[in-house]
């Protein structure tokens, strides 16, 4: 049998794709309409290990779509559509979510040195490439290949398609950030630098209750989240868990507000347009949770969260009013009350924090690669990387023992 002519093309705009098309490659296998329900099942004879992912919310035409038709994530952002098009026979067969970029903004993992040095060298490190799911530090697909096809053919595809895309867009890098490790295990075959850094995901080992989990934590720790829960409540505040139709304009409102509050303090202009919100809202509210406090009739604080077959993905969070330890129940204890009573298995609880140790979030690799097309650059990245990867891993396992868990069974309660 003659294996299918395989060609590619990078689009400007996710809407050349069409949702079936785009949905089949990422998330194979399964219908989404919007429901977390996937598979992260191999097929036998993947070599690579790169089939059939979990639901991710981040990855579907609707949640990319919507940051492109709300102006989030555009040519005047600093996110110029690139979406790499594999067809095989003419039919699509694989695509990657790719961004061509004027800055380093909304990425969450820092390269703003290596741009700096280069230029100073008098390189030009912009426009570059960005392949990532904008303003969203989630691990997750990268490289998007729908079943019925070569699934390995079309991912090594895919991965050159990258190399050849960087030279015709004169862009300096290609970066694939929070990929799987599959994922970046394969493209280092093609030249990609490996970067890793670490996040504080919370593990689900089957518990049915909060109280399951609290008991695995040894006295200090357990006592001190029942102290946090209820003092964050103390002042009258009621939250409220919202998915679906419960998420009315008036919540998406409030929501925004907190959003536009704490991001204009931490990074001075957040990404996300209002209409995104209400766009996520119309398409994909089933993989929304929306934990909102509320305290004399009206919302004070919120947290949003997208949910996976697996995962429940933590993201932005915001206050009007701040109170002690709101924001640990809003995004934390409520997050994991939640994936309990679904049976997810993990918390991915966003970037950053040393402080979730202590409450039940441990340390997990993440995954960047990074196509460097300077060969001098390269060098001076691949040199600094080697030292960076042996000091994550390092302060990952230190970080690990700090863990709030009993480490022995006869622990006094």
């Known amino acids: 049998m003659a294996s299918p002519e395989i060609t590619l093309e990078a689009v400007p705009s996710i809407g050349e794709v069409s949702a079936e098309d785009w949905d089949a490659c990422a998330h194979p296998g399964k219908i989404c309409n919007g429901h977390g329900k996937g598979t992260s099942s191999a097929l ?28 989030s994530a555009t040519i005047r952002t600093g996110w110029g559509p690139r979406h790499l098009v594999a067809k095989a026979n003419g039919c699509v067969a694989g695509v990657v979510p790719c961004y061509l970029k004027s800055h380093s ?22 426009p570059k490439l960005q392949v990532s799911v904008p303003f969203t530090p ?97 002042a009258g505040i009621t939250i409220h868990c919202l998915t679906g139709k419960d998420i009315t304009e008036d919540a998406w409102d409030a929501f925004f507000m907190f959003y536009m509050e704490t991001g204009s303090r931490k990074w001075g202009r957040p990404y ?20 909102m406090a509320r305290r004399n009739d009206r919302w004070i604080a919120g947290a949003i969260n997208f949910i ?37 298995t993990y918390v991915e609880a966003g970037a950053q924090g040393e402080h979730k140790i202590a ?22 990245i691949d040199d600094y990387l080697e030292r960076e990867r042996a000091y994550v891993a390092e302060a990952g396992r230190e970080l690990a023992e700090l863990g709030p868990f009993r480490k022995g069974a006869n622990e006094a309660s």
């Not at 979030?361 to 060969?375: N, Q, V």
């Open 359 to 380: 409450r039940g979030y441990l340390p997990r690799t993440t995954h960047s690669a990074h196509f460097i097309a300077d060969p001098g650059l390269r060098r001076a």
């Open 272 to 291: 996300l347009t209002r209409e995104f919100f209400s766009l996520i809202g119309e398409t994909m509210s089933q993989d929304v949770l929306l934990v």
């Open 44 to 71: 036998p004879g993947d070599s690579l290990g790169l089939s059939k992912p979990a639901y991710n919310p981040f990855v579907s035409h609707a949640f990319l779509s919507a940051v492109e038709k709300s102006g």
């Open 105 to 126: 903004q909304g990425e969450y993992v820092f390269d703003r040195g290596w741009a700096d040095a280069y230029e100073r060298a008098g390189g030009r490190y912009y």
């Open 138 to 234: 989630a691990t997750g697909p990268r490289l998007l290949v729908r079943d019925g096809v070569d699934r390995e053919g079309i991912t090594e595809a895919l991965a050159s398609g990258l190399v050849a895309l960087c030279g015709v867009s004169k862009a300096s890098s290609v970066h694939v950030t929070f990929a799987r490790e599959a994922e970046w295990k394969l493209l280092a075959k093609h030249g990609f630098l490996q970067r890793t850094d670490q996040q504080f995901h919370w593990h689900n080992e089957g518990f049915s209750t909060f109280d399951d989990f609290l008991a695995t934590l040894n006295s200090r720790h357990r006592k001190s989240i029942k102290r946090e829960r209820r003092d964050a409540l103390a």
């Open 308 to 344: 996976g077959s697996d995962t429940l993905f933590g993201r932005n969070w915001g206050a009007v009013e701040h109170h002690p330890f709101l924001h640990f129940e809003v995004c934390y204890y409520q997050a994991i009350d939640f994936a309990i009573n679904r049976g997810l």
